[in-house]
T-cell receptor, first 115, second 113 residues
Framework: DTEVTQTPKHLVMGMTNKKSLKCEQH?????MYWYKQKAKKPPELMFV???????INESVPSRFSPECPNSSLLNLHLHALQPEDSALYLC??????????????FGPGTRLTVT | GENVEQHPSTLSVQEGDSAVIKCTYS??????FPWYKQELGKRPQLIID?????GEKKDQRIAVTLNKTAKHFSLHITETQPEDSAVYFC????????????FGAGTRLAVHP
């Protein structure tokens, strides 16, 4: 399997809802990433997990809570989001997160709308 | 921290022409420079990358050049085809750390038949 998969593809949630995004890869990669992408903008890094440990949190609000249950899975738990959080949420993975120069492969994303 | 500037923001060419997209970076310690293509509604797709110990890399119609002294790198697409139409993002990875990528703002390329 050479792909990163994400579910769901689309999600509409109210500001009081709790929902989760899921990302999965079976390439043996040991680093996984969450990005947020607004329309006509580049991906913006949110979190990096390296060897299942949170390595980077780019000052993301606590209403976004990442979780890495094992080396193949990455979740993003959402709670009390704001309409401005509406965006495409992309997951990516790479062989390693230690150092730099490792190719990152993106999943198809979850299109999130907060009403 | 690292900052990446990308130009132009939009580029329109005729099918068969060449297209060039340029990026500059600020951190001289950055050592990895990937390029991603993102079609409308699709995921960013890694199309080519270059590391700081190499000056040029080619893959069929796509090439990337790196000038470490000037801190800029460029994407060259030859014999453009309508399916090359997409948004292209350059990125730079500062050395060390956790494989963090700093993206440019993107270039919207339109190839007209």
């Amino acid at each position: 399997d050479t792909e990163v998969t994400q579910t769901p593809k689309h999600l509409v949630m109210g500001m009081t809802n709790k929902k989760s995004l899921k990302c999965e890869q079976h390439m043996g990669h040991r680093a996984m990433y969450w990005y947020k992408q607004k329309a006509k903008k580049p991906p913006e890094l949110m979190f990096v997990y390296s060897y299942e440990k949170l390595s980077i949190n780019e000052s993301v609000p606590s209403r976004f809570s990442p979780e890495c249950p094992n080396s193949s899975l990455l979740n993003l738990h959402l709670h009390a989001l704001q309409p401005e959080d509406s965006a495409l949420y992309l997951c990516a993975s790479s062989l390693s997160g230690q150092g730099s120069g490792y190719e990152q492969y993106f999943g198809p994303g979850t299109r999130l709308t907060v009403t | 921290g690292e900052n990446v500037e990308q130009h132009p923001s939009t580029l329109s060419v005729q099918e068969g022409d060449s297209a060039v997209i340029k990026c500059t970076y600020s951190d001289s310690a950055s050592n990895y420079f990937p390029w991603y293509k993102q079609e409308l509604g699709k995921r960013p797709q890694l199309i080519i990358d270059i590391r700081s110990n190499v000056g040029e890399k080619k893959d069929q119609r796509i090439a990337v050049t790196l000038n470490k002294t000037a801190k800029h790198f460029s994407l060259h697409i030859t014999e453009t085809q309508p399916e090359d139409s997409a948004v292209y993002f350059c990125a730079a990875a500062p050395s060390g750390g956790y494989n963090k990528l700093i993206f440019g703002a993107g270039t919207r390329l339109a190839v007209h038949p």
